[in-house]
């Protein structure tokens, strides 16, 4: 399908004019599922590689900061991938308010390999407080981004599929913000207990991930006992 507008078709309560025309979803899921991979695999990049001369346990050991930082932003892009690909099943077409949505939380995405980097390498320096607090912030906006996008999808029926299950976007809505909520939480404890707060982190991207599964186990339950 072509990616121009289709003058042919309106939205309703959009206020800017351009907004009102729909695009194609393919190159939207092609472009965003492109940069999530990138991001995703540019954390691996900083894990570091024993020399060949050096005991390999104690260095993989010692650079555990590394692979921590790569575990909390690993399983926080893999979040937010997810909870994309539910929304865009959830639409059958886009506008150009939901490209520009798009682009800001794909820009905070791929920030993430570098405020990871930065977390890591400052964990046991005295400034740790304020990388960690950069860390936290960059998680907050990619997830404010994404609920924004969620939140303006919904109201806008014209982007709806027609069988859209109410209660999967209040699930949706839940998840985010909760996460946003424990984000938040996590931002005011960076401010005095730094090394906590990257606990909190590592909490709440692994219950994002985590959830879903849960929520399908129960799903198989049901279907079992039906």
Known sequence: MSNRPDQAHRGEGTAPEEAHFFYSLDRFNAFSDGVFAIAITLLVLDLPVPPENAPTLPVLLKAWPEFLGYLISFAFIGSIWLTHSALTRAMKRGNAVVYSMNLLVLLFTTVLPFSTSVMVTHLDAPDVGVAVLLYGLNLLLASLTLSFLMFYVARESALLVDEIDDEKLRRLYRRRWTAIAMNVFALATALVAPRVAVGLYLITTVL???????????????????
């Open 208 to 226: 994002l991930l985590g959830l879903p599964l849960v929520q399908l186990r129960r799903r198989w339950r049901r279907s079992r006992a039906a």
